[in-house]
């Protein structure tokens, strides 16, 4: 089993930054597509975006594409989402997943809140 804790989470004004971070533990992290979803109050979850386990493979929703950076640490079993310029519609609750491929993700965290005001 694989146990992920975010943290990093707050409230920040429109256009600020805030980064993620997901610490991983009870696994092979480096086995692991690491991903970063999110929810919004009433709304579905959205893919945000997942890497690779050897961090060279990313991929991003369009909304946040060259806004937002995930970045991983196999060292530190640790990955990041660092987000730049963000907008009143990131505010969402993001979970940090793991899977075994870029569709599938098998093990989530609790999630962490990020609410941007406008």
């Known amino acids: 089993q694989v146990q992920l804790v975010e943290s990093g989470g707050g409230l920040v004004q429109a256009g600020g930054s805030l980064r993620l971070s997901c610490a991983a533990s009870?696994?092979?992290?480096?086995?692991?597509?690491m991903g970063w979803v999110r929810q919004a109050p009433g709304k579905e979850r959205e893919f945000v975006a997942a890497i690779s386990g050897s961090g060279l493979t990313t991929r991003y929703t369009d909304s946040v594409k060259g806004l937002f950076t995930i970045s991983r640490d196999n060292t530190k079993n640790t990955v990041y989402l660092q987000m730049n310029s963000l907008k009143p519609e990131d505010t969402a609750v993001y979970y940090c997943?793991?899977?075994?491929?870029?569709?599938?993700?098998?093990?989530w965290g609790r999630g962490t809140q990020v609410t941007v005001s406008s």
């Open positions: 009870g696994g092979i992290f480096s086995r692991y597509i």
């Open positions: 997943a793991a899977g075994s491929s870029f569709v599938t993700m098998d093990y």
